[in-house]
């Protein structure tokens, strides 16, 4: 074999083993912030919840129940953006919790954040949490975010959620998503002051009112179908300090259960993220091949075994620390190449929705392109 083959059959290998070494530890579990039950009631009056909810009469009474043991003196402000359940009915029923009725949705808007506009006009606090209508927060969890923000002194603190595994599919692709988002968005990078990267995680966003009003949103990013990630830029562009992190005290409560669930929750915004450009999701697609595909191949090779099983084992340590943060068996790192297939093909399903003239489908609505 020339030097240029032994060069190729060494990619794999590099690219891992570069993955693994690089400082700001993408792969890594580090950023976190737990629930604390011995918060005790903590006082929380500085700060108003703003929920986001269409149809959400199945979820909501647990989302609101877990605001209950948070702490005293929370305000909760739930916008109905035009449900055709009971979500209304049933927030409505909860102590401190003040119901919006929304207004239909205006063209050029995207309906989470339409539904965030109608509802900051109403927050009196100097702190706003942006909570999605099917996140519940364990107990003890908001006093250790306020904590962290207050210690950091931050402006802008979100908290990636613990997403549901109740099915072989979301075991072998849920704690990926996170997983992969983390290596898009290095958290050692984004939350330091380099403009380079910033990131949030939209289900659970404590801010500062102020920083909301000075980043002009929601008005300025409403077409944003990554809506997290476009606030935490103009956040940070605005001159403050943001922070993102793990948690197992954010509970998603989204049952996905099958692969087509997760399907379309990737697909919506996968190609989005590439920015809707056909040369980069080629270049993610060649990638993936080489990380992923090549060491097999070199595998069969007398000469290549080695190279392919450096780096197979570098890939697989790259994934222990997220399978261990979720208490999940290590063996499921084997499968790594597998759930790599299947979210490169997500990514190939949400370019041919966005080529068809469909830029999104979520919550019953349509954004075309």
Known sequence: MGIVGWIAASLPALMWIGLLLTPWRAWSTRERIEADP??????????????????????????????????????????????????????????????????????????????????????????????????????????????????????????????????FWDRLLLPAFVYYFKLIYPFAISNSASRLVAAAAGGCILVDTEALQRAGAFASLRDALIDDCTLARQVKNAGYRIWLGLSRGVVSLRPYGNLGSIHDMVARSAFTQLG??????????????????????????????RLGLIALVAMMLSYLPMLRYYHMRLAWALLLPVTAALYLGMTWSSAIRYWRGVRSRWKDRTYST
Do not use: C
């Open 276 to 305: 809707y450009s056909t040369l980069l999701l080629v270049v993610v697609t060649v990638l993936f091949a080489i990380a992923y595909g090549l060491p097999f191949a070199l595998l069969a090779s007398p000469a290549t075994w």
């Open 38 to 167: 011995q918060a005790g009631s903590a006082d929380l009056a500085q700060i108003t919840v703003l929920i986001p909810a269409r149809n959400e009469a199945d979820v909501i009474g647990l989302t609101l129940s877990g605001l209950q043991t948070q702490g005293t003196g929370l305000q909760v402000i739930v916008v109905d953006d035009q449900s055709t359940d009971d979500t209304a009915k049933i927030a409505a029923s909860f102590p401190n919790v003040r119901v919006i009725t929304g207004q239909p949705l205006p063209q050029g808007w995207a309906g989470k954040l339409w539904a965030l506009e109608q509802g900051k006009a109403q927050v009196q606090t100097p702190m706003t949490l942006l909570l999605d209508a099917d996140i519940q927060l364990q107990p003890g969890l908001l006093p250790a975010l306020l904590a962290h923000k207050q210690h950091e002194n931050r402006q802008f603190v979100s908290l990636m959620a613990d997403l549901r595994r109740t099915s």
